[in-house]
């Protein structure tokens, strides 16, 4: 079995940061693509920053410059630092991560999501 256990929401105002982390652990025996998506009220879901397969990061174009994505392979922990934090980056915050288990099963984890509230 896999986890994935998001830490680092809370309230912010406009201007602030705010660093995500989230941490792996089970049985992995390797991570594909690990990253961020959120979920703002009334909306879709939405990918904010993900390191792909080849290790190369992508971020959706309202992060860019503003959060940062990296990553400590050895916890199968990344984290998302935001910075210059907006109202509108109000939401939950998932994590998702595309992992190959010990058993050789590729599944698609999502953690339970982390609320960030950024005030006005």
């Known amino acids: 079995q896999v986890q994935l256990v998001e830490s680092g929401g809370g309230l912010v105002q406009a201007g602030g940061s705010l660093r995500l982390s989230c941490a792996a652990s089970?049985?992995?025996?390797?991570?594909?693509?690990m990253g961020w998506y959120r979920q703002a009220p009334g909306k879709q879901r939405e990918l904010v920053a993900v390191?792909?397969?080849?290790?190369?990061?992508n971020y959706t174009d309202s992060v860019k410059g503003r959060f940062t994505l990296s990553r400590d392979n050895a916890k199968n922990t990344v984290y998302l630092q935001m910075n210059s934090l907006k109202p509108e980056d109000t939401a939950v915050y998932y994590c998702?991560?595309?992992?190959?288990?010990?058993?050789?099963?590729?599944?698609?984890?999502w953690g339970k999501g982390t609320l960030v509230t950024v005030s006005s």
């Open positions: 998702r991560a595309d992992i190959i288990r010990r058993d050789y099963y590729a599944i698609d984890y």
């Open positions: 390191f792909t397969k080849s290790g190369s990061t």
């Open positions: 089970g049985s992995i025996f390797i991570i594909n693509t």
